[in-house]
């Protein structure tokens, strides 16, 4: 049986994708938010997914490959290199990493073939669907009003 739910899905505001994927899908994958919105990293998402973390990094390398030169994804900005030390105390190495942002994530959930991650993806593309009908719902002044509040919280 699905744990899976919808209580008046958005009562008082649409949420961030990072609160559809936590509160629904994705368990407590995020490690920090930063200036680009939250963050989670390979060593975590092959984790999450029981995958073995070069798996994870092919992933990340097809993206790149198959959609790094469609400007309008910015890679660079969702998908971003980075390093970790690893292996025995004192002789530890550095060794590849990726940090990923949300939106780094959704489009990583292509490119990983695992039944955890379609269940996922299908997931994420079953809230957005939820979040439109709420929003072709809604009045012009409603809308208005999240407009407002989400400057609002940009703002501050």
């Known amino acids: 049986m699905s ?11 649409p949420p961030r994708l990072k609160d559809l994927v936590n509160q629904h899908v994705m368990g ?44 309008k994804y910015e890679l660079c900005k969702n998908l971003i290199e ?12 550095e060794y590849r990493k990726v940090d990923i942002t949300e939106f780094g994530l959704t489009l990583l959930l292509l490119y990983i073939n695992t039944p955890k991650a379609r269940k996922i993806s299908a997931e ?21 009003a999240l407009k407002g509040y989400y400057r609002k919280q940009m703002k501050d």
Request: hydrophobic share 35%; net charge positive.
């Open 28 to 71: 407590d994958v995020w490690i920090r938010d930063t200036p680009f919105g939250p963050v989670t990293d390979s060593l975590k998402v092959a984790e999450h997914f029981d995958m073995k973390h070069h798996n994870v990094l092919r992933a990340i390398d097809k993206c790149n490959k198959e959609l790094g030169t469609e400007l």
């Open 124 to 144: 994420i593309l079953y809230r957005f669907f939820i979040l439109k009908t709420y929003l072709e719902g809604l009045n012009e002044n409603q809308i208005g």
């Open 82 to 93: 980075n390093n970790h030390l690893s292996g025995p105390k004192g002789r530890e190495r």
């Open 3 to 13: 744990n899976f739910r919808i209580d008046k899905p958005f009562e008082t505001r």
